[in-house]
């Protein structure tokens, strides 16, 4: 079958109420793969105070200038709807029944339409109206409590468990699960409710079914897979960088040991009482070479030992390299579309959208009334708080 370069969503068209955090990113990433993105900017502006044509969430869209507030603000994003597939919002529960653009008015308007909500706490719920962040989401459901070492506060993971693994993704799966049916027969649309909560609390579900095992221990910092255990950690280098660890199986574990010149400690792997020592012995063993040197004894290994690079290194690895999981595109690299596909391959087509940019475009590609507002003046940074300003803000969820 021959390759395109449209992506698998191609035909697929998705309007997304804009916002920042995780509803972006979502919407992003259908994009990446394929579908007509158009995002709805108001005017004062919506993003993370940086330059627009920085912002990488609002690559492969296209945006338009709308304000919800106008008396024919709702209509005109409904004329948008009636075209579309998919909607993707992140405004606190209740904010887009009254702009008029909630779930009632779109689905009138196209019965076979994805109604996506992207929130922290969800559209229901004793928290639902509350505001919040990612590390609020995630310390509630037990995720942060993991991430860290024994003794120590939590570690704080940027905003990738929250906003972006448990919000994000979990919403672009539902969107989609939710097209399929849409478009199966007898489907018909239907509301997303993508809670960020929810979805960081089922990232942890293996992690729920080792402790009701009895294999894992409900503190941080003494499990197998949370740094507890001493081959499975990161340790400091003589120039001070670091080398990532994850010889779990016997056999790679035996090839650590011996690369790393510990043979005489292997044993210790068995013995709980002795991870200390075994622990110490890594430590001192790492503290001998760069990190430069480190990678060159485990290059060509299977000890599972790689160097923790910088997000400004990571694009140089040569794995990555090789792959292109990093890209350049506008002149700012940055990471390559994901997963990849053989015979509907993704591509990154489109900057980041300025805001308002593609009104005339998007009215007759999606042969609507126009679309085209003057563009707002500058803003120095984010719209002032407001109680209809969309709910999910750099870190996620309901402001």
């Known amino acids: 079958m021959a390759a395109t370069r449209n992506g698998p969503l191609a035909g697929v068209r998705v309007v997304e109420l804009a916002g920042i955090g995780p509803g972006p990113f979502a919407a992003m990433l259908l994009g990446d793969l394929g579908a007509d993105v158009v995002r709805v900017d108001r005017p004062g502006g919506a993003g993370l105070g940086i330059d627009p044509a920085y912002d990488l969430t609002n690559r492969n869209k296209r945006s338009v200038l709308l304000d919800l507030k106008a008396e024919d603000g709702p209509a005109r994003v409904l004329d948008l709807v009636e075209r579309a597939d998919i909607l993707i919002e992140g405004f606190r529960p209740g904010v887009a029944e009254r702009l008029g653009v909630g779930p009632r008015e779109c689905l009138a308007r196209n019965p076979l339409l994805v109604y996506g909500r992207m929130t922290g706490w969800g559209q229901d719920g004793p928290l639902a109206e509350r505001a919040g962040h990612d590390i609020g989401y995630i310390a509630v459901t037990g995720t942060l409590s993991m991430i860290g070492k024994d003794g120590e506060p939590p570690v704080v993971p940027a905003n990738l468990v929250g906003d972006y693994a448990g919000g994000s993704l979990y919403l672009v799966v539902g969107v989609l ?223």
Not at 214 to 242: M, V
Not at 300 to 322: I, K
Request: hydrophobic share 35%.
């Open 177 to 399: 699960a939710a097209l399929q049916h849409a478009r199966a027969e007898g489907g018909g649309g239907q509301v997303v409710d993508a809670a960020i909560t929810d979805g960081a609390a089922h990232l942890a579900t293996m992690i729920h079914a080792m402790m009701a095992a009895g294999g894992w221990q409900d503190r941080r910092g003494t499990n197998l897979l949370d740094g507890g255990c001493p081959f499975y950690g990161t340790y400091e280098t003589a120039d001070g960088r670091h080398m990532a660890v994850g010889a779990l199986e016997p056999r790679f574990y035996q090839e650590f040991t011996e690369l790393l010149g510990i043979q005489d400690m292997a044993g210790a792997r068995k013995d709980f009482a002795r991870w200390g020592e075994l622990r110490a012995a890594v430590a001192a063993r790492f503290k001998t070479r760069t990190r430069a040197e480190w990678t060159a004894v485990f290059e060509g290994s299977d000890a599972c030992v790689a160097p923790v690079l910088s997000l400004r290194e990571a694009p140089g690895h040569p794995h990555l390299a090789a792959r292109g999981t990093f890209v350049e595109h506008g002149g700012i690299t940055q990471p390559a579309p994901a997963p990849r596909f053989s015979a509907t391959p993704a591509a990154l087509r489109r900057p980041p959208a300025r805001p308002g940019a593609h009104g005339d475009e998007v009215a007759r590609d999606w042969d609507v009334p126009s679309l085209r507002q003057p563009p707002p003046p500058p803003a120095p940074g984010p719209a002032p708080p407001s109680d209809t300003r969309p709910g999910t803000g750099p870190t996620g969820g309901p402001r």
